[in-house]
């Protein structure tokens, strides 16, 4: 079956810089790969959908890549701020599918 | 903005009660979905309805049953509530896009259910 894995140690980093999140799945890739945040007791909101044929995607301080060949997205933050502070969720969805499947997520702290 | 509703924050309910989270959404979504969430397995889909009275198992649907009465509201219903059921359900709805099924989630403050 199909496996999402992202790293289950969290992240810390100190403000201003840049935090990369990673996002690997096993077997066939998806038709595209979304990325959500989840803030704690709160459910995830969507923040990026990149699609198989495209290779990155921006939007404001946040980059997706998506690498079929490696089966991997990378989820950057730039100018990295205390309110980033969260988990990350990446989740792939398959070509005529309903089903979208999520990772465990990562949690990110950004200290001031 | 959409807003996905469900009704309860937290429930506390007894082993082998029968017990029913509700979700209400405003922006006329198709698809509509269930997920538990438990620590370190990620959110774990039960069931999904792409259209009224239409449903799909998820990867996990034992236990577990859904109606789909109205485009609006999906519920989930724990026919004989147990232990292991204790988790964090979030309800979510998304836009249908032709021929490529969900796209761009839009979650529920999510239900806390405790078992007991």
């Known amino acids: 079956s199909q496996k999402i894995e992202q790293n289950s140690e969290a992240l810390n980093i100190q403000e201003g810089k840049t935090a990369t999140l990673t996002c690997n799945y096993t077997n066939y890739s998806p038709a595209y790969l979304q990325w959500y945040r989840q803030d704690p007791g709160r459910g995830p909101v969507f923040l990026l959908l990149i699609r198989e044929n495209e290779k990155e995607k921006r939007k404001e301080r946040l980059k997706v890549t998506f690498d079929t060949t490696l089966k991997q997205s990378l989820f950057h933050i730039t100018a990295s701020q205390p309110a980033d502070s969260a988990t990350y969720l990446c989740?792939?969805?398959?070509?005529?599918?309903?089903?979208?499947?999520f990772g465990a997520g990562t949690r990110l702290f950004v200290k001031a | 903005d959409v807003k996905v509703t469900q009704s309860s924050r937290y429930l506390v309910k007894r082993t082998g009660e029968k017990v029913f989270l509700e979700c209400v959404q405003d922006?006329?979504?198709?698809?509509m979905f269930w997920y538990r969430q438990d620590p370190g397995l990620g959110l774990r889909l039960i069931y999904f309805?792409?259209?009224?009275?239409?449903?799909e198992k998820g990867d996990i649907p034992e236990g577990y049953s859904v109606s789909r009465e109205k485009k609006e509201r999906f519920s989930l219903i724990l026919e004989s509530a147990s232990t292991n059921q204790t988790s964090m359900y979030l309800c979510?709805?998304?836009?249908?896009?032709?021929?490529?099924?969900?796209?761009?989630?839009?979650f529920g403050s999510g239900t806390q259910l405790s078992v007991l």
């Open positions: 989740a792939l969805t398959y070509t005529g599918g309903f089903k979208t499947i």
């Open positions: 309805s792409y259209d009224v009275k239409m449903k």
């Open positions: 979510a709805s998304s836009l249908r896009t032709m021929g490529r099924g969900n796209e761009k989630l839009f």
């Open positions: 922006m006329d979504h198709e698809n």
